[in-house]
């Protein structure tokens, strides 16, 4: 058997266009067009050249025809940073995680997606609805990995090599997909998942969440979604010094950056004094980073859980897992955070798990 679905979606993944492939695997660019077209069927030699070249066990091209993600899909983060191929290997790690999703779908009731949408909503206004109704009020959001998860949202990391990706989302068959990348700092993290959330949310099957202003829009939900209007009020803030927003910061688990702006949107800085705050955080080393940072980076909870009870109940491990997905370990592992939740740490973050609703199929 032979996918020709899979070879292409293997050679995105590796970033190589028809020539590179054909060069590393000594198969003719034309004879792997021919492939990918499903013109014709390689021989079990020509497909294990191609095997090898694209570093996929054989039987991933026998695998059923992966997802098929589509550019106008997908929410991606900072998307004019990307090149074409970078693209399509970002999409390519997305169609391989809904593959692991399928699979533990299988075999765990895991928890179904409580989203609700609000296209056309102002930003402000759809967050505080979305606080609403997962009972947040006005305190700062627990850990969002778990906080998604728990509310049916699939969170993957993004891959080693698709690391100059900030993030993206997506929803595939009513299941929302958030993929984080796991280089950033955990205030920034944290934001690119309220971003996600906000596309999610705002830019539905309703409205194609490309281009400036559904970014801006995102951004704009991410922070009222992070640092609540009242919840700020409450603190005080108003013509805040540098020293208070680095506090202040660590309550809501945010960038210092990202609070003076937030600070700013409500009016509670001026222009001026914002402009003075923000030279200020840069020659501090705040518009690269956090500096001094205790904040941990956010990871999975559900997946963490899952691998622990398919070691426990059913001593199946990672590297039986990437075999029956007919993947390398390193890539599966790739796609889970590495296996290691990370919680919160700092001033005023709940730490508290959110437990999902997961149970495991007997089949």
Not at 17 to 33: C, E, M, N, R
Request: charged share 25%.
């Amino acid at each position: 058997m032979f996918t020709p679905e899979r070879l292409v979606l293997a050679r995105k993944r590796r970033r190589m266009t028809l020539a590179d492939l054909a060069t590393k695997s000594g198969v003719s660019a034309q004879s792997i067009t021919a492939f990918e077209n499903g013109r014709r069927v390689p021989t079990e030699e020509t497909l294990s050249q191609l095997s090898d070249a694209l570093d996929y066990p054989l039987g991933f091209f026998a695998s059923p025809r992966p997802v098929d993600l589509q550019l106008d899909q997908v929410s991606f983060r900072a998307p004019s940073k990307m090149t074409a191929m970078e693209r399509e290997s970002a999409l390519g790690s997305g169609a391989l995680a809904m593959d692991l999703n399928s699979w533990l779908g299988a075999r765990f009731r895991l928890p179904p997606a409580n989203l609700p949408t609000y296209p056309g909503e102002a930003p402000e206004d759809a967050a505080e609805r979305l606080r609403a109704a997962w009972g947040l009020g006005e305190a700062p959001a627990p850990n969002m990995v778990h906080l998604l998860e728990a509310n049916g949202v699939r969170v993957f990391s993004l891959p080693s090599d698709c690391l100059d990706i900030d993030a993206f989302s997506t929803t595939e068959a009513g299941t929302p997909f958030v993929f984080l990348n796991t280089r950033k700092s955990g205030e920034r993290g944290r934001f690119d998942a309220a971003h996600e959330l906000g596309h999610l949310i705002l830019h539905c099957e309703h409205r194609i969440p490309h281009g400036r202003d559904s970014e801006s829009e995102a951004n704009d939900f991410a922070s009222a979604f992070l640092m609540p209007r009242a919840g700020i009020l409450a603190q005080q803030l108003h013509g805040a010094s540098v020293d208070r927003i680095i506090s202040a910061k660590r309550r809501w688990g945010v960038s210092a950056m990202a609070l003076t702006y937030r600070l700013r949107r409500l009016d509670l800085l001026s222009e001026w004094r914002y402009t003075q705050i923000a030279k200020e955080l840069t020659k501090r080393g705040y518009r690269a980073g956090e500096p001094g940072s205790q904040l941990g980076r956010e990871s999975s909870q559900l997946l963490a859980k899952v691998f622990d009870a398919l070691r426990t109940a059913r001593d199946i491990s990672p590297a039986d897992i990437a075999g029956q997905l007919y993947i390398p370990q390193r890539e599966l592992n790739d796609f889970v955070f590495g296996l290691v939740p990370v919680g919160l740490d700092g001033e005023g973050q709940t730490t508290a798990p959110i437990r999902p609703s997961l149970r495991l199929v007997h089949s």
